[in-house]
């Protein structure tokens, strides 16, 4: 288990966006800081009202965005316009080449989780999905949100990854869902947690991240919000 402090992750500000990179992007750059298996990026973004990002392409890549707090507008080269609200997943595959923008046209600052995973092959056709999960399927307990497009989950990727969310109450305990010979990366949203395994325990606070091989279990100090992305061990 390794715990990683958000103060000591990448950052940026550029005045309408302030953003943590868990992983190398943008101007932060650490060549022992890439990635943690098919899982390329974790930005932490925050956009100010009337403000985002501009169409810009993507290729090679599929991108899940997990809304936070506030609002988001995709529009994609695809004909694609959705807004998403706190706790939407949205998904693009962009395969052989997309262009999209994101946009924050609400009165409040938005925060989302921007998630890149290497696909499992390159120049696949570009799709797009969104989905809209009742918030108490995450209540004390995971709820499954992407598989790969053999599994389960509503929304499918091209990549062995499964990505959960969990709203977790204070005082209350849960076992991390990562089976052996797997491997898996947690965020602490919101809140605080102690998080174990049979060696040795720690503390998360919103915004920190574990990286996991082994079985863990979760209690939460306060009401907590966690991201868990799990895959094949690499």
């Given at each position: 288990m390794k715990l990683i402090d958000h103060n000591k992750m990448g950052s940026s500000n550029l005045g309408w966006l302030r953003s943590l990179f868990h992983f190398s992007f943008a101007e932060y750059y650490n060549p022992e800081n890439m990635n943690f298996g098919v899982l390329r990026v974790i930005n932490d973004d925050l956009i100010d009202p009337g403000t985002g990002f501009p169409k810009h392409p993507h290729k090679?890549?599929?991108i899940i965005s997990?809304?936070?707090?506030?609002?988001?507008?995709h529009e994609d080269s695809m004909g694609h316009k959705r807004t998403l609200e706190r706790g939407m997943v949205q998904y693009m595959s962009a395969g052989s080449g997309v262009y999209h923008s994101e946009?924050?046209?609400?009165?409040?600052?938005?925060?989302l989780l921007q998630i890149w995973i290497l696909p499992s092959e390159r120049s696949l056709t570009p799709s797009y999905g969104d989905y809209n999960f009742d918030w108490s399927l995450r209540e004390n307990q995971w709820l499954h949100m992407v598989s790969p497009v053999t599994?389960?989950?509503p929304v499918k990727i091209h990549q062995d990854a499964n990505i959960y969310s969990l709203w977790l109450s204070s005082d209350q305990s849960?076992?991390?869902p990562l089976t052996e010979g797997r491997q898996?990366?947690?965020?602490?949203?919101?809140?605080?947690?102690k998080i174990s395994?049979?060696?040795e325990s720690g503390l998360l606070h919103t915004r920190d991240a574990a990286e996991l091989s082994l079985p863990t279990q979760l209690h939460a100090i306060e009401n907590s919000h966690f991201l868990f992305?799990?895959?094949?061990r690499s």
């Open positions: 090679d890549m599929e997990y809304v936070i707090e506030g609002e988001l507008t946009y924050n046209y609400g009165e409040d600052v938005a925060r599994g389960s989950a849960i076992d991390v898996g990366y947690l965020v602490q949203i919101e809140g605080s947690s395994t049979t060696d992305i799990e895959m094949a």
